[in-house]
């Protein structure tokens, strides 16, 4: 079975500064996707940033961006030039690719984010 | 992205009853999910919904108690059943989209059980 640990459960940032969050995954499958999630107070889940096992260069969208160690199962996220709407519950997830668990995301416990003005 | 939207927002609801949560989505798509947020947990899949077949559901999570409809490629719904206090959590669904991985959630769906 898949397992996500994020092993932060809470961190702050000051605004416009950088701020990495932690998560490692353990897998015996060599074909996945993996995830990270924000869930700001309002509680809609809204997809950060999105990475395939098999590409090797990292995900980069906008100030986010990913370091994807796929040897250590680790996949952690970036966020630079912090902002007051960063502010949110961040979830790493995983996802099996193919076969009968197409779609089941796991995620890990997840990482409470503050951003500080 | 796919727009989704769930009714109700929220509900109170003595222990006992049934509360059925719709879920709608602005395009077609093939697969949505529904997933459990207990209170200051992480989500947890309750079961897959695809048109025209029987909802997948996870181990832990059985029909009597969380009946799904999917009547057609918008639109879902779940039901939660002979409720308690323990089921009082969150409750989202989401959509597949983008290469038929990324999925989409709607704004969920809190539900007290007093």
């Known amino acids: 079975a898949q397992t996500v640990t994020q092993s932060q459960p809470e961190m702050s940032v000051q605004e416009a500064e950088t701020v990495t969050l932690s998560c490692t995954y353990d897998t015996s499958e060599s074909n996945y996707y993996l995830f990270w999630y924000k869930q700001p107070p309002s509680r809609q889940m809204i997809l950060v940033i999105r990475?395939?096992?098999?590409?090797?260069q990292n995900a980069t969208e906008n100030r986010f961006s990913v370091n994807f160690q796929k040897a250590a199962k680790s996949f952690s996220l970036k966020i630079s030039d912090s902002q007051l709407g960063d502010t949110a519950m961040y979830f790493c997830a995983f996802m099996k690719r193919g076969g009968g668990s197409q779609g089941n995301l796991i995620f890990g416990k997840g990482t409470k984010l503050s951003v500080k003005p | 992205s796919a727009v989704i939207s769930q009714k109700p927002s929220r509900d109170i609801c003595q222990r006992g009853t049934s509360l059925t949560i719709q879920c709608q989505v602005d395009s077609q798509v093939t697969m949505m999910f529904w997933y459990r947020q207990q209170p200051g947990q992480s989500l947890t899949l309750i079961a897959t919904a695809n048109q025209g077949s029987e909802a997948t559901y996870e181990s832990g999570f059985v029909i009597d108690k969380f009946p799904i409809s999917r009547p057609n490629l918008t639109f879902s719904t779940l039901t939660v059943s002979n409720m308690s206090p323990e089921d009082s959590s969150i409750y989202l669904c989401?959509?597949?989209?983008?290469?038929?991985?990324?999925?989409?959630f709607g704004p969920g769906t809190r539900l007290t059980v007093t």
């Open positions: 990475q395939e096992a098999y590409k090797q």
């Open positions: 989401s959509v597949s989209q983008g290469a038929g991985y990324e999925q989409y």
